[in-house]
T-cell receptor, first 113, second 117 residues
Framework: DQQVKQNSPSLSVQEGRISILNCDYT??????FLWYKKYPAEGPTFLIS?????DKNEDGRFTVFLNKSAKHLSLHIVPSQPGDSAVYFC????????????FGQGTRLTINP | DAGVIQSPRHEVTEMGQEVTLRCKPI?????LFWYRQTMMRGLELLIY????????DSGMPEDRFSAKMPNASFSTLKIQPSEPRDSAVYFC???????????????FGSGTRLTVV
């Protein structure tokens, strides 16, 4: 049972346009969500996070939106740059107690010049 | 700090052989996690340790997998006997656990790509 799902294995976007990556979760106990970025032959690195008390968190070109009622979050990258080409993983956890992150399958983002 | 160090980077082994993956967490981190990356399931948590003690091993696929953390600076993940379906990238991650997750996420190693033929 996949508690965190990224239904799009890949996404291709033109440089300068907006990239939108989506993620759904099933466990209503999750109250903290993160996005990680992974380049080939490297480990994932933390990108941005959001707690369930918010519905939006912004960091430069990256914005994460959370819709708790739909159990859905999305990552927006504006404007998209070639260096953003990577695999993006959505992850979920609980702030208190359990410390493990549950990850989705990942979405491979390709930014075309 | 050199980050989380995993070895080997690549491992090719024959079915039935024993495989040992190694991880050195970041000094001072007290939680260590082993993940496996596959196309179908993404990053799956296999096991994690707090203060060298295994806390949750529910993700370990079967008895062929075992993990140890004999001290704060070293952990191993062993597969015996290995099977072709074990082929994947295995990541180790560490963090300093404060009781709350906050924004202090994991630091991942570069992974070990395991191929079982």
């Amino acid at each position: 049972d996949q508690q965190v799902k990224q239904n799009s294995p890949s996404l291709s976007v033109q440089e300068g346009r907006i990239s939108i990556l989506n993620c759904d979760y099933t466990n209503s106990m999750f109250d903290y969500f993160l996005w990680y970025k992974k380049y080939p032959a490297e480990g994932p690195t933390f990108l941005i996070s959001i707690s369930s008390i918010k519905d939006k968190n912004e960091d430069g070109r990256f914005t994460v939106f959370l819709n708790k009622s739909a159990k859905h979050l999305s990552l927006h990258i504006v404007p998209s740059q070639p260096g953003d080409s990577a695999v993006y993983f959505c992850a979920a956890s609980r702030i208190q107690g359990a410390q493990k992150l549950v990850f989705g399958q990942g979405t491979r983002l390709t930014i075309n010049p | 700090d050199a980050g989380v160090i995993q070895s080997p980077r690549h491992e090719v082994t024959e079915m039935g052989q024993e495989v040992t993956l190694r991880c050195k967490p970041i000094s001072g981190h007290n939680s260590l996690f082993w993940y496996r990356q596959t196309m179908m399931r993404g990053l799956e948590l296999l096991i994690y340790f707090n203060n060298n003690v295994p806390i949750d091993d529910s993700g370990m696929p079967e008895d062929r997998f075992s993990a140890k953390m004999p001290n704060a600076s070293f952990s191993t993940l062993k597969i015996q006997p290995s099977e072709p379906r074990d082929s994947a990238v295995y990541f180790c991650a560490s963090r300093f656990a404060t009781g709350t997750l906050g924004h202090y996420g994991y630091t991942f190693g570069s992974g070990t790509r395991l191929t079982v033929v």
